[in-house]
């Protein structure tokens, strides 16, 4: 695997944490209703959560000496006030954001940078804990 397609992945990952930043803004804005106080908080975490995760990812980028992404990704974020709806768009957006990790980790295993892989599977654990909990969120 050459440091190329490593750093195609990395922009692929940025691009989602850019896009997450965007969507849980807006859902934190626009919740309404009953639910507001609880998801409003939560949605603001993880805009701060996403901007901690493209940091990662971009320095990462820098130090494999690529260029790094200032585009999100190209997924429609839905506007809604609908919190099912908007928990329901989260739970994708995590899913694919994990799913882009997970298949990263490999490719920084063989690039043999270990402090890099160590940082990037802290991500995807991240990842796979807001899967879940916006699993268990919408039963």
Known sequence: MGQDEIIDALNK????ELRAVAMYAHY???VSGIHRPHLSV???????????????????IVKLD??????????EIIHTNDYLLMLKEAHKTEKAASKTYQSILPMVKELGDDELYDSLEVIY????RSVEELRMMLK
């Open 28 to 30: 934190s804005a626009y």
């Open 66 to 75: 690529g260029k790094a992404t200032t585009e999100r990704a190209p997924d």
């Open 13 to 16: 990952a940025l691009a989602w």
């Open 42 to 60: 939560h949605f603001s975490n993880e805009v701060t959560e996403s901007i901690t995760h493209a940091s990662t990812v971009r320095s990462a």
């Open 125 to 128: 654990f991240d990842e796979m």
